[in-house]
């Protein structure tokens, strides 16, 4: 059976998580690696990533992030792009609706 476009996207956010934390010198939670592995195993990992990227310090995130060299780090810039404008939009939302 085909994977889901939600089922590919968790799975993808598992995969840049993982090369955040990979990228750190950490390791990767098992459960983060089970749901890279199997599609039947899924977890939603988007505020543990965030969390990740908040947290780096400048040069690392440069160093991590920025990576021109890296699709994984382009990608990984693409979505905390995404994910900043959602909180921003979220935001907005909130207080036009208060």
Same mark, same amino acid.
């Not at 998580?17 to 934390?21: E, G, H």
């Given at each position: /059976?085909t994977?889901?476009?939600? !089922?590919m996207q968790?799975?993808r956010?598992? @995969?840049l ?5 990979v990228s750190?010198?950490k !390791?990767?939670p !098992? /459960? %983060? @690696?089970d749901?890279i &592995? &199997? $599609?039947? $195993?899924? %977890?939603?990992?988007v505020v &543990?990533?965030s969390? #990740?990227?908040?947290s780096?310090? *400048?040069d *690392?995130? #440069?160093r %991590?992030?920025n990576n +021109?060299?890296?699709? !994984?780090a382009? #990608?990984?810039a693409?979505?905390?792009? /995404?994910?900043? #404008?959602?909180?921003r939009l979220? +935001?907005?939302?909130?207080s *036009?609706?208060?």
């Open positions: /059976m994977p889901s476009n939600k !089922e968790l799975r956010n598992c @995969q998580y993982a090369y955040l934390l750190q010198d !390791e990767v !098992e /459960m %983060i @690696q749901a &592995d &199997d $599609y039947d $195993y899924l %977890i939603d990992c &543990d990533l969390e #990740e990227l908040k780096l310090d *400048t *690392t995130f #440069e %991590i992030v +021109k060299d890296s699709q !994984e382009r #990608e990984l693409y979505w905390w792009e /995404m994910c900043q #404008e959602a909180d979220r +935001k907005v939302l909130v *036009t609706c208060a």
